[in-house]
């Protein structure tokens, strides 16, 4: 599965910004999709995670701190994955990466090694 991650920008704090991440080739095999952000100087770490049984959502799960703030959301038809980011802070600075995986134990979605496909990375700067 190849994965194109797009819509990153610069915005002030308190405002939104919504990024996606567009799939292809096998995409029907790969039912979990996430989203991972790398801050400068720091490791990557999981943001949001959706997983899909081919007919409903399975789980949803967000880190502790973007809870309540953003939303993740796929559309099957365009094989597409977005993240909604609301009431944006400076520390939500980073660059966000997707990835996608044909099924995970939801005991290590926020491991990085268990995804078998990344997309390259949008970058997301939050003014003060």
């Known amino acids: 599965v190849q994965l194109q991650a797009s819509g990153g920008g610069l915005v002030q704090a308190g405002g939104s910004l919504n990024i996606s991440c567009a799939a292809s080739g096998r995409t029907l095999s790969h039912n979990v999709m996430a989203w991972f952000r790398q801050a400068p100087g720091q490791e990557r770490e999981f943001v949001a995670i959706?997983?899909?049984?081919?007919?409903?959502?399975?789980?949803?799960y967000y880190e502790d701190s973007v809870q309540d703030r953003f939303t993740i959301s796929r559309d099957n038809a365009k094989n597409t994955v977005y993240l909604h980011m609301n009431n944006l802070k400076p520390e939500d600075t980073a660059v966000y990466s997707c990835?996608?995986?044909?099924?995970?134990?939801?005991?290590?979605?926020?491991?990085?090694?268990?995804?078998?496909?990344w997309g390259q990375g949008t970058l997301v700067t939050v003014s003060s």
């Open positions: 959706i997983n899909w049984d081919g007919r409903r959502i399975v789980y949803v």
């Open positions: 990835a996608s995986a044909p099924s995970l134990d939801p005991n290590y979605f926020r491991r990085d090694d268990v995804y078998s496909d």
